[in-house]
Every structure is written in structure tokens, then in C-alpha cells.
């Protein structure tokens, strides 16, 4: 009699269900394969075998501020399924991991890269880097290299390196990865800006990366990099801003258009359906918009009819931010039950409330006239002239320049 709770027949059922969404449009059967052959419950021995084969993220390392995101978990495994799809690994590679985690992503990639290839995997925390190693060991994959060291820095002594990833966000990126990448390598990472984070495969170039794919993604940021800032608007700690160290925002410069004016609501004739997603929105508004940042408000802030207009996604909406003024994006249901779908349109306060509502109102459009399209993005190094960067809208950090292209 078959044990349709097994851990063999938990983990083909989950596979089955990734390989059937390909929420990124992304696959690869030696991935698929290499997921259905490696146990993911080996990696976290405390959770129960429901959940080690549901489609979620695991938390391995909590934080000591409750407030804050945990220190260190097992990735969702369609996000492992993507980033590994995206990875390309071929027998005899060698492979740089940033973020060992559990371990259960660098015995993925040992799988696939076979006997004649190696991974190195690399954590800040050394009680993680106990745990991978003594999970790698125990599953078979002993040997993986698992280091204790900041990310950042690579492992220059094993390089040059056929595959780099990381599986924590970055908000920028680390020269060291040039370094250690031959051109014709390939860089995996979710690369966070102005509030929102992409998974991008990235091809090296004699003197830039060049993005091959994109995939929505959620990670925890990497340790050291002091690029993103937040910070409430509003005495009730309700609403929040997100957004980046070259951005000149100051939240509690908008207390005053918040609390005591009313909204200027701009509505489209662009709609969407109740599951389609809106991140596309965001990522044209960064493409296109210096302004462009995140806002998050609490159901208190817009119960009731008495807060503010209700943003899009409470947790996790695109806004503009300029001085003491800003818009976000908006929605409301039209049509009847059964064929119910939303508008979409962007909701302002302060003095140049209308501009920026105007503003965010175009790139929807923009957005709806080809929603299947991405950008590319190519990456150079911080010193890289504007002469000779390629066509679009570029964003500084202190290691690279990135350029976003529609």
C-alpha cells in the first residue's frame, strides 16, 4: 500500500504543482529533476513534513526584534524552482552562493552541477553555517563548501566562478561579484530598488551585465547594505515610506498634506482582473520615475470612510514622493459579481498633488498597452561615464550603475 504522505510523495506533489503554475514563465527539467531527487525536510529538521513540502518560506533564524523580518529561512521553493531555472547550471560548473540558509539550495545546485563541479555557499551567521554544513553532510553533499564570511566579499581564493547567486535581496552590487564572474558567467540575484525586488539573471559583458530574465520575488536583505530608508509620515506610525539613499524624501514633510486635505483622486479607463498582479505598474514607474518609492498604511488609516483613500495594496503600494506632496496607486471594483473587475488610478495630496496623481496615471497607461513587456536591465560599475552607458532611465548606488530600459 502506498503512503501518499511520504516525504517522496509530499515533494513530487509539491514539484507537480510548481512545475504547473511556472509563475514566472520560467523552467528547466534538470531543475525539476534535481527537486524531486533532493529531500527538503532533511534541511529543516524542526518543521513538520506538511510544511516542509508546502509551497512557503521557512523561518530558520528568528530576529530578536519582533518587529523585524527573521534573520535567515528556507526560500519558498517556486522562488528556488525560478532562480535555479534562471541559474542554468551545467555539469562541472563552479558555483558562488551568497546566503548558505539551510543548505537545501546549495545541495540543489551540487545535484545539478554534478561530481566534476563544486559549490561554495557563504553566510555572515555562523550558527547558519553550522546548520548547512552539518544538513549538507547528513543529506550526502558534504562536499559543499560552507564559509563564514560577509557575502559581499566573495571567495576570491576558489574563483573564477562559472554561476554566482544570491538568495538574499541586494540593494547593491558588490564589485567583488565582478571580479569573480568571467565574462560569459552568470549572476542570479534579487536586486532591490525603489521598494520592489526583481530575481534577474544577469550575463557578464566585457564591461557590463546584461539581464536574460525577470521574475517577481521576496527576500530578506542582506546584511550590510545600508542603501534602503523608512520612516513614518503620520504621529500614529499608520503610514510608511520606503525608498532609496539617493532619494530626497522626508516623510514627516507630508504630515501636514496627509491630515488636513482631501484626496485628488485620478481614475483611468485602465482595469484588471481580481487575480492579476500590479507589479508590472511599479516597475515602469522605476523605469521612468525619479519619485518612485513604497507605501505601506494600516486598515486604521482608511476604515471607515474617515482616513485616507485606500492604496491599491495596503502592504505594498507603488508611490511617487515629491517634497511635501504624493500619490499612490489606487483601485475600486466596477462591473457586477461574477465579472467583477477593478479600475485603477492614483490618489494625491499635498500642493502638487494633481502633477504627481497625472504622473502616475500615464505610466498606467503606458503599463496597459503592453503589460506582457519587461525591461532590460544592464548593469556597470559605478565609474562607468554617462557616454557610454546604454539608452534609459539610470539609477546610481555606490557599486553600480543600473539602466532600465523599455
Known amino acids: 500500500m502506498t503512503d501518499t504522505n511520504s516525504p517522496q510523495n509530499l515533494r513530487d506533489r509539491l514539484v507537480d504543482r510548481i512545475v504547473k503554475e511556472r509563475i514566472a514563465g520560467l523552467y528547466d527539467p534538470r531543475v525539476e529533476a534535481a527537486m524531486r531527487a533532493v529531500p527538503r525536510h532533511n534541511f529543516i529538521p524542526q518543521a513538520p513534513l506538511e510544511l516542509a513540502y508546502a509551497n512557503q518560506a521557512v523561518s530558520i533564524k528568528d530576529n530578536p526584534d519582533p518587529d523585524a523580518l527573521p534573520l535567515s529561512c528556507a526560500s519558498q521553493p517556486d522562488v528556488v524552482f525560478f532562480m535555479l531555472a534562471q541559474l542554468d547550471i ?143 509620515v503620520d504621529e500614529r506610525r499608520l503610514v510608511k515610506l520606503y525608498w532609496d539613499a539617493d532619494q530626497p524624501i522626508q516623510p514627516t514633510n507630508l504630515r501636514t498634506s496627509l491630515t488636513h486635505a482631501q484626496a485628488h483622486v485620478a481614475w483611468t479607463d485602465v482595469s484588471v482582473a481580481p487575480d492579476e498582479p500590479l507589479d508590472g505598474i511599479w516597475l515602469r514607474l522605476s523605469a521612468t520615475d525619479p519619485a518612485t518609492c513604497r507605501i505601506t498604511v494600516q486598515p486604521a488609516a482608511f476604515a471607515d470612510g474617515t482616513g485616507l483613500h485606500r492604496p491599491a495594496i495596503p502592504a505594498l503600494t507603488p ?88
Open 90 to 232: 551545467r555539469p562541472g560548473h563552479n558555483i558562488l552562493e551568497a546566503g548558505a540558509g539551510t543548505g537545501y539550495n546549495a545541495a540543489l545546485m551540487q545535484h545539478l552541477t554534478g561530481p566534476a563541479g563544486k559549490v561554495t555557499t557563504l553566510d555572515v551567521h555562523e550558527d547558519v553555517v553550522t546548520h548547512a554544513r552539518q544538513r549538507l553532510t547528513a543529506a550526502g553533499f558534504g562536499d559543499v563548501r560552507v564559509l563564514a564570511r560577509d557575502a559581499a566579499l566573495g571567495a576570491p581564493e576558489f574563483a573564477p566562478y562559472d554561476r554566482i547567486i544570491a538568495t538574499v535581496g541586494v540593494w547593491d552590487l558588490p564589485a567583488t561579484w565582478w571580479d569573480q564572474l568571467p565574462v560569459g558567467g552568470r549572476l542570479v540575484l534579487p536586486l532591490r530598488w525603489r521598494g520592489l525586488t526583481r530575481s534577474i539573471a544577469f550575463v557578464r559583458e566585457a564591461d557590463h551585465l546584461r539581464s536574460e530574465s525577470l521574475a517577481t520575488c521576496g527576500f530578506l536583505p542582506m546584511i550590510g547594505q545600508d542603501g534602503e530608508r523608512e520612516g513614518y
Open 319 to 406: 508611490a511617487l514622493v515629491e517634497g511635501d506632496s504624493l500619490a499612490y496607486l489606487s483601485l475600486e471594483p466596477i462591473g457586477q459579481e461574477g465579472n467583477r473587475r477593478y479600475r485603477l488610478g492614483a490618489a494625491g495630496y499635498g500642493p502638487a498633488a494633481e502633477v504627481l496623481a497625472e504622473r502616475l496615471t500615464t505610466q498606467l497607461r503606458a503599463w496597459d498597452t503592453g503589460r506582457g513587456i519587461q525591461p532590460s536591465i544592464t548593469a556597470y560599475r559605478a565609474d562607468a561615464p554617462d557616454d557610454q552607458l546604454a539608452q534609459g532611465h539610470v539609477i546610481d548606488k555606490p557599486s553600480v550603475r543600473l539602466v532600465i530600459t523599455y
